[in-house]
């Protein structure tokens, strides 16, 4: 993780000001009183401009424009609404508690989202607390240069459901309320049960009673707007707009629409909503056919100035637009591919993306929705080279095969592995175990090196996960005959149970020849195993590895 | 999955003729013989036409055309070309042997792809042995009318490599020689060290090489075309064209383009590349930026008719297009979102789907590379819903949140969770707790409900994963106040080591209050613990969970 430099001024105001300064007046939003932020001392201050090389080159945009709800000064600017605690809580399985929400709100706000939706107040009391939590501490939190993220909550379009959202947000310095109604037709007669006149009114009615509560931000979103009929969109967003929608996001709620339908979409309500030119178009869209990124993606180039993402891209089924291939494709492309639709055609985001890197992390652990090897930007292996070709070029010119660096996004390349994310498989070629090897201090001449190699073409036929520097250490060892085998074991033996205390007896046989055994306990049995080898030899053992495995029939637990 | 019924005739032929008929000789490309296919009783004999009803609906279109290298005879027809057994493979860590390759490239032919990418012949004799085994195993079933997949091997441009790929596919009935040069400047310059006109002159000899062969299906991939100049790509298609090759594949090879991009790439392609009528385009696009199945679609709608792509869009760092992803778009929006390029605009391919899942799930387990759960098509919550709003829908009208069923891609909805892979979780409603737990057989009234369900939102919030049909009777049985604990551990201990016989002692108390112990042998100390329980209760004991944690400092496992 890149340290972002402090000035002297605003360290000495964390040492003097440690408290959260809550704002629960949501008068002023449209030019809110910067306020110094304390509590985590590593983070950044300004939200939009980085001082570290590496990532400057990604930052030589123009700067964040200054938030107003349904205007956006700057043309080329798309705001990121990240909904990871609502949308993406909504993944099966992936409750999240208060703590840990106020936990990712906070790299949220460091990655410099622009609105984060907080949860869906109505759902649960915890859910309604979650909300108000960030907004009190998050939604207060005003960096040095006046960001502070919207805080958005979600409600039906009901009363009730706002009034309880309005609770929930109104505590941030830039509360937004959120609400929505189903607009395509099997929506609307086999869910709703409403006929479309129904429907606009209870959409209109919810937008006026939010603002009557004092919320000059208001979110409107057609649920299944990618299967609703467009001229009925004309319809509800124009009457929304009257009643006061300064946002109009536009949901592919079931991951239905192609990339350039869904963005001919965006263009055609652009076109035809009559008061578009007061409001932000918005994207949300869902990742049924894989196409989330590419719709939101062609959603900004037809108009759209706020896209809707996840961390991950986590979210109900198979999930949402992920806000890291959003961001890091706006920021790699927005200069050049986005030229056609409104603006200059250079788009940007105010997102830091060295944040990307632990902010996934986070998200994966607490969610429990684990990332594929194969994700895009913050899969394990995005950053990974198996091939020979591939490893040759990296080892020449890593722009050959990566377009963009992982220390960008806050992935900070190992030591190992010549630096190249590359893992030594079967694949491999001579150059790059050759080039590995060296790095690790074996200068081999051609035959020794040829002679490695053939052994190493042969071990990685076989071997799951590629060779790692011990691997091929050993593959160098065996071929010139010596083994370094320090301690064996020969003898091992370990009770646990229910009551009583876990104990283990271990018997080495030294370098010397010499066996010793001693027994000793532990919190468990691996434990007490552990604790015996300490003993007998001396220094402080680190456990690298570890494996269980079960074998056929019965269950068996190999657990050494 | 759902069985394909077989006629009289071909299963008289099934127990007549039950081993595979070899072809050597790759002669007749252009009309096979259809030969009669033994072996796997199970398999569709028809590669693109179902009798089930629930999958016709995806196959009412038009039949396989017959396959010709450098042409189609239908406009509309898009030819599936998978590469999991090549660039899948070469995903970090993910080798696999020479039987597992057999396997998946058996269902790929169940599911009908066009050409299967067998690997990387010069690669290693493993690779060589793996390619050649599924030429002529899968390379020599014939369907029934008439297909029977292509085999190709990739091979650099020059000879030895070509020489072997050769070698490795021409038992095929269809082979075919897929040879590559980088044609971008950093690739030529960097990697490559090769002025633009030596890169061509290498081409051209490769290409003239392999058709000296005896190969008349031969495809040319320009590495890194994404980042290449249009105008070389010109050149050097227009040079191997001439040279011999039937399909032009252009690999975005670090997925850097956007998807209008990549289609623009294409259309120009096929406008300017001299002789471009006379080969088939084929797109390859790697997923760094997540835009590999819509950029692999854009190509098809300016005029793509290969799309090369993986099962679970495994590949080098974030993979490939997911061959899953591509085909049911094709399904679902090929016959209207498709207008505008050539042909008709109701673009088809040929695939199964039916047979997606098994291979997902085969490619997952025998690579490692397990999917995400948010996964497109085939994530463990592709068709799971969580929140309240999501599972009454689905409960009124499945079409309300799914864009197809699940059963059309091979997954069979459980019986559980109302049978709309719902997720009871804290977001969940009153109406999807009621309807399951009356389908669990309990009509509650309406207060004993609300009671459950308040008590079932206080669990929800804490219980990661939702609450399954057991946790849901556990509420009622809460609440009417009856606890069913029949044994209670009261004692257990258990020994293990590296010789010696893992014993076990378990104490329990039944029922009637009476205590019983016994000890147990087993083939670990688990399965000894499990014996033992097995002779007191004198039932079967399945294990339902087992769940080992480590608990901070020290090593404990805690193994019950």
Redesign the interface.
Known sequence: MAALSLGAASTAAFSSNNKIISSRSSASLKSPVARVRGTIPTTALSSSMSTDPVIAELYKRKSRPDYIPGRIDDPDYVRIFDTTLRDG???????L?SSEKLEIARNLAKLGVDIIEAG?PI??P??FAGVKQIADVVGNEVFEDGYVPVIAGLS?ANEKDIARAWDAVKGAVRPRIHTFIATSE??MR??LNKTPDEVVAIAVNAVKYAKSLGCDDIEFSPE?AGRSDPEFLYRILAETIDAGATTLNIPD????N????FGELIKKLRENVRGAENVIFSTHCQ?????A???S??GA?NGARQLECTI????????NA?LE?IV??LA??GDE?FVGGPGTGKLFTAINPVYITPTSKMVAEYT??????????V?A??????????Q??MI??K?????MTPESIGLMRGESQSGAGI?L???SGRNAVGTRLRELGYDLDLDKLNAVFARF?EV???????LDDDDLESLVSDQSGSMNELWK?T??????????IPTA?VKLMGPDGVERYVSST??????AV??AIDQIIGVEVT?ES?A?NS?N????????
């Open positions: 809580e909504q993944s099966p399985g992936a409750t508690t869906f759902a649960s915890d859910d039906r099997i929506h086999s869910k299944d709620t079931t991951g239905w192609m990339p350039w339908e990742n049924d056919l894989g196409l990124t590419a719709n993606l062609s180039l991950n891209g986590i979210g109900e089924r198979a999930g992920s291939e890091m494709a790699l492309k591919q429990g929705m684990k990332c594929q090897p194969h994700k895009a930007i899969g292996n995005a950053f990974q080279h198996e091939s020979g070709i591939h040759d070029g020449k010119d722009s050959t095969y990566e377009i893992v498989g079967k694949h073409k990685a036929e076989k071997k799951k996960g590629g074991v003898g091992l033996q370990a009770t646990t149970g229910l009551s009583g007896t532990g919190t468990g049995p691996v434990d552990y604790k456990l570890y269980m074998v029939e019965g269950i068996e637990v190999s657990f050494l």
